[in-house]
């Protein structure tokens, strides 16, 4: 089993929609969850990030933690073209500075 | 603030020869990552470096690659002799380090390299 698992997509949503991504993982360690969001042919770029448990809200975005179910989301409300963008979550315990990141998810908002 | 640099953007070798790629991180920054993205995955922690003692190299096929940080400021990343699957994106990342927050990764823009 992977430490965390992404479903890769792709996905298709139209402009407006809102956009639900999500990971699950496995190490009860993480204590930082992150997402990056990543466009073509670039470095990925940390969009927002949640310590432990708990939502956090930036703009149209909202990162959700629940630990208890090992599982975490990003919300994207009035999704833009512009979104259309690789998501990778990533995880890190307190203890180390080594970041595991998911497979990435595909996201297209058509105009 | 000057981002993350990595050269050459793109290379293009035959399999069995050798490459080698460059990493210039954020000024300051003490923490220095190599990874791997292959097509359609995310990115694969090769070697974390702490200033210039390397942390973690679990994921480092050491047979064939190799990785240095001199001065504990720049870095290389060599593959000799290389094979096919080894086709990917190399993505060289920063942080700063210490205790209570993030300590943010910031990413370069990548070295593509394709193995024919």
């Known amino acids: 089993q992977k430490e965390v698992e992404q479903d890769p997509g792709p996905l298709s949503v139209p402009e407006g929609a809102i956009v639900s991504l999500n990971c699950t993982y496995s190490?009860?360690?993480?204590?930082?969850f992150m997402w990056y969001r990543q466009y073509s042919r670039k470095g990925p770029e940390l969009l927002m990030y949640?310590?432990?448990?708990g939502n956090k809200e930036d703009g149209r975005f909202t990162a959700q933690v629940d630990k208890s179910s090992k599982y975490i989301s990003l919300f994207i409300r009035d999704s833009q073209p512009s979104d259309s963008a690789t998501y990778l979550c990533?995880?890190?315990?307190?203890?180390?500075?080594?970041?595991?990141f998911g497979t990435g998810t595909r996201l297209k908002v058509l105009a | 603030e000057a981002g993350v640099a990595q050269s050459p953007r793109y290379k293009i070798i035959e399999k069995r020869q050798s490459v080698a790629f460059w990493c210039n991180p954020i000024?300051?920054?003490?923490?220095l990552y190599w990874y791997q993205q292959i097509l359609g995955q995310g990115p694969k922690l090769l070697i974390q470096?702490?200033?210039?003692?390397?942390?973690?190299d679990s994921q480092l096929p050491k047979d064939r690659f190799s990785a240095e940080r001199l001065k504990g400021v720049d870095s290389t990343l060599k593959i000799q002799p290389a094979k096919l699957e080894d086709s990917a994106v190399y993505l060289c990342?920063?942080?700063?380090?210490?205790?209570?927050?993030?300590?943010?990764?910031?990413f370069g823009p990548g070295t593509r390299l394709t193995v024919l």
């Open positions: 949640t310590y432990s448990s």
């Open positions: 000024s300051g920054h003490a923490t």
């Open positions: 990533a995880m890190r315990d307190s203890g180390t500075y080594k970041y595991i």
């Open positions: 190490n009860s360690a993480f204590q930082y």
């Open positions: 470096f702490q200033n210039n003692g390397v942390v973690d």
């Open positions: 990342a920063s942080t700063t380090i210490g205790t209570g927050n993030l300590n943010e990764q910031f």
